[in-house]
Each structure stands twice: as C-alpha cells, then as structure tokens.
C-alpha cells in the first residue's frame, strides 16, 4: 500500500496537531480499529507463519539450509520459479486485457463474463486438476493425439503451467477491474480527443493508473502459482527431480518423516513471497515523490 | 434492444477481446467444457441419482455454508483491516501489510498443517481454547478458521486500492456540510468501497468453497459431521469413479457459479444505481 | 518472480518521465507495444520448448511408481541397484520414484503418467491399470508370491506404557478409547484396518459388520491417508491407539518418538500384500525391459529382501538380512485377502459406493 503519509499529509507522524483533522477519526477509535485488526492478524496469519519458521529451524539454520541444497530441492525451487516465470506473464496480458474489455466498453453479458472469469476460484484445486486431466489425459481425444505426437501435457511441464495459470487467472483481472472503474474512462476519453493513439493512452494515461492494482495483481499471482498445491498434485506425476514443484516436495519430505527439510522449503517459499513483497515496499519508497506528484495532479 | 456492444470511439476492442476470449477458452472454458461432457456422458439422471443423497447434500451444505460465514467474516475483517493499514500509521504497518498477502503464499496443505498444529488440543492456541471447552481443530469451527485463512486476503487487496483513490475533498465536503465522522463514514465512505468489498468478498467466497487442501488436516472429515464436498471428489476418485467424481464436480460447479453471478450482477446493478458504470 | 513486477513498474515510471518532460514525443511508444508482443510470443515458444523436456525416457531410465510408505525403502533400494547394474556392466541407470496415495498414483499411471514399473499398495489398484490394457490382466502370476516381493500387517501403536490396557481388537471399543485411522474411503492402508477388524470379529464370534461399524463410531478423526492419521496420533496428541501398517508403526517409533509410543499386536491381523509389476505399454525397448526386468527381480534377491527387512516389511529370503531385523517380528494369525474373496469381490462389496462401510455411516 503506498505509504499512508504521502496521501494523508496530515496525518504524518511528527507534525504537532492540535485539532482532529475532520477527516480523522476519533483516537480511541482509531486505537481500537488498530487493536482489533493487529489481533486479528497476529491470531490468523502471523501464528501460523511463526509456526513453519519454528519447525523449519528445530534443528538449527544450518540443518535447515542444508536440506535446501540439495539437488532435488534445488530442482523443485527452480521448477516452481519457472513455472511462476511463464504463468504470471499470460495471467498479467489476459488481467489488462480483460480489465480493459470490461471497463472501457459496454456490452451485454458483462455480468456473465466477469463470472466466467471467476470461475477457477471457486472451481476446487481437485476438480481443476480433474478437468485437465479429462482434457489432455492421455485417454482423451486431445491429450492422446498430443501424446501420441511427443507433446505430452499432463504430467508434464505445459500440464502444471496450465493448473497454475487456472487457479490464479482472475488474480490480475479482479485487481485492475475495480480501480479501473473507479478511474472512470474521461481519462482516457480526453487523450484519444487529444489525438493519442490507443497504445499511447495505454501506456501514458491508464497503465500508470492502475500500475499499482497490477503489481498487487501479479504479487498475488505471484504468490499463489509458487504455492498452489491441489491442482499440480493431480497433473504433476510427482516425479522427484522432475516435476515436483515447491509445494509437491514439501508433501513429500513431511510424508518421509522430515519435518525439518519440509518446513524449510515451505519457509523458502515464504521467504521467496517475503522477497517480492519487500520489493514492492522498497520501490513505493523510492518512488513515493513520483507517485505523490501523479496524485496531485 | 441494445447493440451487442455499444458503440465508443474507446480503441482495444478487438486487441482486449482477442485476448480475453482465447485465454478464457484455453485455460477455462475447454477443461470446464471437458467436466460437462464427462457428465453430459454420464446422464444428467445418474448424475443426480449421484448427488440427490444425505450425505452429499450435508457435505455440500457444510462446505457453501462455512464458506458463507468465514466470507462474511472476511468482509467485516477485511474492510476495517484495509482501512487501518492505508489510513493509520502505526509501528509495524509494512510488516502487517506484507503479511496479508501470506495465505497466498502459503502451500494450503503447509496452511492446514501449521494450523492444526496451533488449534489441535496439545497446539498453542488449542490448550486455551480447551480450557473453557472450547474443540477448534477437527471440528466445524476448524474448518471455518481454515475458510477464514485462505480468504483472508481478497477484502483487504481489493478494497485498500479504493480507499487509496478516495478524495479527501470529498470527506472533507462531508465534514463541512456537518456530517459527523460516523455518519461521513457510513454514507460516504462505505458506498464507495461497495463495489470493491463485494468483489473480495466473491473471490472469498469462492475460494473458500473448492478449498481442499488445508481443511482435509484440520476438519476431522468424518462423514455427515465434518465432511467437506471436495472431499467427496477424492473419494470418488479413489474408487476410479471419474463419473461420479465429475458428477459432484459439476453440482459444485453450477452452485458456485449461480452464487457468483448473482454477487456480479448485484454489484453492476449497484453501480448503474449509483451512476457511474 | 521478483523480475517481473520490477520490470512492470520501471517501464511504467520510465514512460511517465518521458511524457512528463517531454510530452509530444512519441517514439518511445512504440518499443514497449512491441516489446511486449515479443515477450509473449517468446514465452509461449519457451512454453513449446519446454513440452519436448518430459517423456523423452532415455532407455536407460525408470520410473518406478509407488505408494506412500515405501520412500525410504526404495531410496535405498534404487542406490543398491544402481551399483549391482553397473557392476554387471551397464551403463548407470538413471531411477526415479513417484510417492503419493495408491490409487491417487494408480490413476495417474492410467492417465499417461509413463511408469515403466509401479509397486503401489493393493493389488486392486494395479488390476484397474490392467483394465485399461497396459499390462496384462494376469499379472499377478508373473512373479513369485503373488508378486508380492514383501509383505506387512496391520498393527495397534499405543501410547507409553499402554494406558488404556489395550491388547486386542475388542478392546478398542470399549468406554472412551478413541481409534484414530485413515479413511478407507481415500487410503488403502485404511482398508487393511478394516478388512484385519472384520477378520477378528469373524474369528470371535461377532457380527463383523456391528463391530466394524462400532469401532468407527470410536474415531474422532479420518485423516486421508496414513502419514496424516500417524501425525494427528503422534503429534496432535488425538486419541488412544493408532491402526498403522507394521513398517509405519515401527518407523514412527523410530523417527517420532521411541519413548513415547509401543507397538501392540493384536492377535489376528491380516496380511497385506504389496504388488509390483512391469507396466507393458511403457517400455521403450527391449533395453529398458531388460532393466524394468532387472530392478524387479532384485527385489526378491536376497540383498533386495534384505533391504525390505531393513525397512520393517516381512520379506521372504531372510538369507542375506541382518538378524535383528527379522527378529522382530512378532508371530501372529494372518488373514489373507483371499479370505474375502479378493480385492475384485471385498472392494466394491466394502469400500464402494453405497457399499458396506458408506452404509455404517448412513445408517444412522
């Protein structure tokens, strides 16, 4: 979240304030709200995170850092990070264009479509996998001609890669949809009246827009393909040094009795998360003149 | 009648649409396409001869309601959890926010482990709960915290954007015209992130109904009592039972998807009401 | 991962420098359009690449695919016949293992994942790979005992010191013992519990199905496979007395805690047949049959029956096996899955849809 000063200077910490500002809530409120929401995400996120960082270091960091060294760890983290590389492309092009088809046109059906978009949320990871082995299996039409020409998809890396862009595909779209309608088309409107062509308004009105919706959009993503489990368990042959993602090895290591290595792969997958996430926050830092001289305006 | 789509000087149609339409078919309408036919192969009368029973009934109530409640959940929590972390400033904000995205990250089988480990009657938070009698883990209360966990982060990510784009001026007009804080908030404030907090609460809901894969450890899963539908799915399948298997799939399906549509056109009806489109 | 956000917000911020500076310049525009097609275009051609990865089994490779408790014994086993082949002149074989529920692993084999051997739980299981005419619908017949190379059954693991007193199968539905065990529904080691408690109510005299069905009515959690139901008894501290594979039970003891557990063993169990097989349709070439051949073949050598010793299952060829290892196994009454039939008759008759233990929970 952009830091909350830039966009309330006065509410920056350090400015002596004798008034509340009209557009404060009252202090005892405001603790309140804080109290009830920290407690909240101590007791539901926070605990359980402490949880697999306690178990990946039971035995210490250097039992935990050796069980990620190696090869078939090494090999599953290289896996889900390319896995990752290829879904979040497609997820971003097909979220702008879908976010773009919604807002800036009417036409019937939207309802209908956006659900359709919302669709793989609701489908369970094991029907999603189910689907696709129904689809490209090798007793299927598809799957058995593909099969039969070398180009297996279940069980094989196409396979994964399209469980994990199934299970995150409303990610990017269902950010940049409410922005961009908060956003309006006058924008937009303006520029073409301007004489922009389409690419220009997309690149210098709207992206910058919604450039944050789409960075949560594809950190959501992000996060999510590194750790979608159900639907590559179905597609994935769980073939050691092949196709076991992140998320198939630590099932695989806590079924061999090795809490340890588990947990520690699936607290490098937080870390992984943790990496993208501090990112972000350095880059609203270091961009935050930027982004408050856009705001301005 | 309207046209198809109205007419706008707005350039991308053909562009976004292209996209969009083949995307959607490869990566959702062709495998959901290839679950119908399963079933359309199977019979629409076995396929309700295979669901049309107490058990699957009970399974599926348990897991459309749960969901229900831990999106409800959500959408209270989410909101209040958006606005405190954009509006407030507080020691430990950034790790707050950077930790909401988490669940995500999180495989759902790590989720339901660490969870179980927490709220099991020997875990931490267990043995309090125990204390007043209170069973969390392989209960139903297990299950909705696990629903509450994996949606946790929709409301908050979807709504926080909204209020970063709130007009200060117009509180601040609000403010003026005498509305007091409360009231501000509850007329001004609150409509205009609707749209927002109906969406994650939507993709909340949705998510928390297909979840399989933490609530398995947690939910005890003995049938009639803590049962899940995706449950059913599996076992189905452990007998090789594809039919029966996608016959489930498919009533999972088409209730998730009248509950969807239902959410999206409340929302676009909402936002016509409310002038903009 | 952490590129490609990055990317996002430099191209962004570049572009609105740009036009912020200098606003009626316009070639700038034209390289991220183009860039961006390309990026997809390259992508979807990696993605293309990336599909001729997979499936090329060179025919010096295997991949054996198993169920779930076997992954420590086919670690070594893999090793130890690697070095053997290699000792007798081949080049070394490259073996990988898959590890997941039976029949979950069952289907995957059915639905083209390209095992060239499976060694999964229930004879069942490899009978519905037969059904879709990858390997001959016999066989079974094709290697000795079954083709069961090792076998297990089906213990109690109780807590130290055995609190509850409990020694036999009626004594688990006694007042307040609680039972933990796997869904027979998801686990095939599940249903060698409920096959080996039918068994003892039958031998004792009592309606198997009033027993059976009254020992679940003891279980407070069905977790869906073994691995889950031994960490919700061992960890989670939930319920009195575990229904656990032989080689799980000892393997908990050795790795979760030998002070805290015991190992009872009832006086009736069953016997529980692992089988392996050669998956026909798989084989590349007469070279990788010869090794499928080989690597099974092995199993029943007396360093491969060693092994399974090692492992905690009851092999048959003690020859080579450390004493200690066959030492502990305790005698006990063994039922058979011939005694109900077969898998063919006692899967749908129990564990099918509607069949006996749906029933025990519909019924009330």
Redesign the interface.
């Known amino acids: 979240m952009s830091d909350a000063s830039l966009i309330t200077p006065d509410a920056r910490p350090g400015r002596p304030r004798k008034f509340r500002a009209a557009t404060a809530e009252a202090a005892p409120a405001r603790l309140a709200l804080i109290g009830i929401a920290l407690t909240g995400v101590a007791i539901l996120i926070l605990a359980p995170l402490a949880t697999v960082f306690a178990e990946a270091l039971a035995d210490g960091w250097a039992a935990a850092l050796a069980s990620l060294t190696k090869p078939d760890a090494r090999s599953a983290i290289q896996l889900t990070l390319l896995i990752t590389a290829i879904a979040l492309p497609l997820n971003a092009a097909f979220g702008v264009a879908a976010a773009w088809l919604i807002t800036k046109f009417d036409f019937r059906g939207k309802a209908f479509l956006i659900t359709l978009i919302d669709l793989p949320f609701s489908v369970s990871p094991v029907v999603a996998g189910l689907c696709i082995v129904l689809l490209f299996g090798a007793n299927s039409l598809i799957g058995g001609w593909l099969v039969a020409h070398g180009l297996p998809i279940v069980f094989a890396i196409p396979g994964i890669v399209l469980a994990t862009v199934f299970v995150t595909f409303p990610f990017v779209a269902r950010e940049l949809i409410p922005v961009m309608i908060e956003q309006g088309r006058t924008e937009e409107e303006v520029a073409l009246t301007l004489g922009a062509s389409g690419w220009r308004v997309f690149w210098t009105v709207t992206l910058p827009n919604i450039r944050w919706a789409l960075l949560y959009g594809a950190l959501l993503c992000t996060a999510r393909a590194m750790g979608e489990f159900g639907a590559v368990a179905v597609v994935s042959g769980k073939i050691r040094g092949k196709t076991a993602t992140m998320p198939i090895t630590i099932e695989m290591l806590y079924n061999e009795y090795l809490s340890v290595a588990a947990f520690s792969m699936a607290a490098a997958l937080t870390a992984l998360a943790l990496i993208t996430l501090t990112l972000k926050t350095a880059l609203e830092l270091r961009h935050a003149d930027q982004l408050a001289a856009i705001r301005r305006h | 009648m309207?046209a198809?789509?109205?007419k706008?000087?707005?350039?991308?149609?053909r562009?976004?649409?292209?996209?969009?339409l083949t995307?959607?078919s490869i990566?959702?309408?062709?495998?959901?396409?290839?679950?119908l036919?399963?079933g359309a192969s199977f019979g629409p009368g076995n396929v309700w001869e295979v669901v049309n029973?107490?058990?699957v009934w009970t399974a599926l109530l348990l897991s459309f309601r749960l969901s229900v409640f831990a999106a409800l959940f959500n959408l209270v929590?989410g909101v209040?959890?958006a606005?405190?972390?954009?509006?407030?400033?507080?020691p430990?904000?950034?790790l707050?926010?950077?930790?909401?995205?988490?669940?995500?990250?999180?495989?759902?089988?790590?989720?339901g482990?660490?969870?179980?480990?927490?709220y099991?009657?020997?875990?931490?938070?267990g043995q309090l709960a125990a204390q007043i009698g209170w069973k969390i883990?392989?209960t139903q209360w297990g299950i909705l915290?696990a629903l509450?966990?994996v949606g946790?982060?929709f409301v908050t990510?979807?709504v926080?954007?909204?209020i970063?784009?709130i007009d200060?001026e117009v509180?601040?007009a609000s403010?003026?015209l005498g509305a007091s804080?409360p009231h501000?908030?509850r007329h001004v404030i609150l409509p205009m992130l609707t749209?927002?907090a109906l969406?994650g609460f939507?993709?909340a809901?949705?998510?928390a109904?297909?979840?399989?894969?933490s609530v398995?450890?947690i939910a005890?899963?003995?049938?009639?009592k803590t049962e899940i539908?995706?449950?059913l799915?599996?076992?189905?399948?452990?007998?090789?039972?594809?039919d029966?298997?996608?016959a489930i799939?498919i009533a999972?399906?088409l209730i998730?998807?009248a509950?969807?549509?239902a959410i999206?056109?409340i929302?676009?009806v909402s936002?016509r009401k409310m002038g903009?489109? | 991962m952490n590129g490609t956000p990055q990317r996002f917000l430099n191209l962004q911020i570049t572009n609105r420098d740009q036009t912020d500076m200098k606003p009626h310049t316009t070639p700038t525009l034209r390289f991220p359009t183009v860039s961006l097609r390309a990026g997809i275009s390259t992508l979807a051609l990696a993605a293309l690449a990336l599909t001729a990865l997979p499936g090329t089994l060179r025919a010096q490779e295997l991949l054996n695919v198993s169920y779930d408790p076997t992954r420590e014994l086919y670690r070594e086993v893999n090793e130890a016949f690697a070095q053997k082949w290699q000792a007798e002149g081949h080049d070394v074989p490259g073996i990988e293992t898959s590890h997941g529920g039976s029949g979950a692993q069952a289907r995957a084999v059915i639905d083209g994942l390209g095992a060239q051997v499976v060694t999964l739980a229930l004879a069942s299981d490899i009978d519905k790979i037969a059904a879709t005419g990858k390997l001959p619908a016999d066989w079974q017949s094709k290697l000795p005992h079954n083709s069961s190379p090792y076998t297990s059954t089906i213990v109690f693991l109780v807590r130290k010191d055995n609190p509850k007193g409990i020694k036999d199968w009626g004594d688990l539905v006694k007042d307040g013992v609680e039972v933990i065990t796997p869904n027979p529904k998801t686990s095939g080691g599940a249903r060698w519990n409920y096959l080996a408690a039918w068994a003892w109510a039958e031998k004792n005299g009592q309606d198997p199905k009033a027993f059976v069905g009254e020992l679940f009515t003891h279980v407070p959690v069905l977790d869906t496979g073994a691995r889950g139901a031994t960490t919700t008894f061992a960890q989670r501290g939930i319920g009195d007395v575990l229904l656990a594979w032989e080689n799980e039970a000892y393997l908990a003891l050795k790795e979760i805690g030998p002070d805290a557990f015991e190992i009872v063993v009832p006086s009736v169990s069953i016997l529980a047949e692992p089988p392996v097989a050669v998956v026909e349709a798989n084989i590349a070439d007469d070279a990788q049959r010869a090794l499928a051949d080989a690597y099974l073949d092995f199993l029943y050598s007396p360093e491969g029956q060693a092994l399974a010793f090692k492992h905690y299952y009851r092999a048959w060829d003690d020859s080579a096996a450390a004493p200690e290892d066959v030492a502990r196994f305790p005698k006990l009454e063994l039922v058979d899955i011939g005694h109900f039939g077969g898998w063919a008759k006692a899967q749908p008759e129990h564990f099918g849809d509607g069949g006996i233990f749906d029933q025990i929970f519909t019924a009330k």
Do not use: C
Request: overall charge neutral; hydrophobic content about 55%.
């Open positions: 309207p198809l789509v109205q706008t000087p707005m350039p991308g149609l562009l976004s649409a292209g996209i969009t995307m959607l990566v959702v309408l062709l495998p959901i396409g290839a679950l036919l399963k029973r107490e058990r929590f209040l959890l606005w405190v972390l954009v509006r407030y400033d507080f430990g904000r950034r707050v926010d950077a930790a909401v995205d988490l669940p995500f990250a999180l495989p759902t089988a790590v989720a482990i660490a969870l179980t480990t927490l099991a009657p020997n875990g931490a938070f883990a392989y915290l509450i966990f946790l982060p990510r979807t926080q954007p909204v970063e784009e200060r509180e601040e403010a003026t804080r501000t908030l749209p927002a969406t939507a993709l809901l949705a998510r109904v297909g979840e399989y894969g398995i450890f005890g899963n003995i049938p009639l539908a995706p449950l799915i599996v076992i189905q399948l452990e007998e090789f039972n594809y029966a298997a996608a799939g999972m399906l998730s998807f509950m969807l549509l999206n056109i929302q676009i936002r903009h489109v």
